[in-house]
Nanobody
Framework: QVQLVESGGGLVQPGGSLRLSCAAS????????IYWYRQAPGKQRDFVAL?????????SYADSVKGRFTISRDNAKKTVYLQMNNLEPEDTAVYYC?????WGQGTQVTVSS
């Protein structure tokens, strides 16, 4: 079965940075597109970023995070990362890794002074 385990969330001040990780198992990781989503209390789960397989490493981002977040992957470690810089209070949410209709447990990111 597919299993995704997120880590790296926490409490940071506005303008700070966090690096989230998602470790995968049960899939051929290197050929899959991997996604990050986030969900704030009382709101829907929204797309944040994706990274496609292949040599080009095509990425895509939500407009709200462009220029601040960077998604990357390490196929040898079967892990995808989300580097989040210049964090804003509006980024506060539970962040989820997603692939093969499977979701991780989520990791809480709180941005507050």
């Amino acid at each position: 079965q597919v299993q995704l385990v997120e880590s790296g969330g926490g409490l940071v001040q506005p303008g700070g940075s966090l690096r989230l990780s998602c470790a995968a198992s049960g899939i051929i990781f290197s050929i899959q597109t991997i996604y990050w989503y986030r969900q704030a209390p009382g709101k829907q789960r929204d797309f944040v970023a994706l990274i496609a397989p292949g040599n080009y490493g095509t990425t895509s981002y939500a407009d709200s995070v462009k220029g601040r977040f960077t998604i990357s992957r390490d196929n040898a470690k079967k892990t995808v990362y989300l580097q989040m810089n210049n964090l804003e209070p509006e980024d506060t949410a539970v962040y989820y890794c997603h692939v093969f209709e499977t979701w991780g447990q989520g990791t809480q990111v709180t941005v507050s002074s």
